[in-house]
């Protein structure tokens, strides 16, 4: 019984050792709240489609770095496709991050 212990004890000091604790990027998400007062309309309203391939802008085909360059200030409502996987939305959001006036709203 004893050598069990200690070789439990060895593989546990091991997975410690040789894992990593450093936390990871995070992306902030705003969700609106039930009862919270609507916030001032914002001039301009542009809308965005999300796929696995596919990024349109209010209808108009682009690339990320299009997009991020003709949207400054206001609104972005971003629809998803089927497709649209996880690492392409975190990529549209880390474009459009930090502006001053700029809302993102993710639509489900």
Partial sequence: MTP?????????LFFMLSSTFSSFGEIELNQSAAGAGAPAEPADRVFVQLGAKRLVLNGT???LDEL???IET???LV???ADATAQRVVDLL???RGRSGLSVTVLE
Avoid: C, K, W, Y
Wanted: avoid cysteine; charged fraction near 10%.
């Fill in 94 to 96: 880390v474009r459009l």
């Fill in 79 to 81: 629809s998803l496709d």
């Fill in 4 to 12: 069990l212990i200690d070789v439990i004890f060895l593989l546990l």
């Fill in 68 to 70: 991020a360059a003709q």
């Fill in 74 to 76: 206001g609104q972005v």
């Fill in 61 to 63: 085909p682009v690339t």
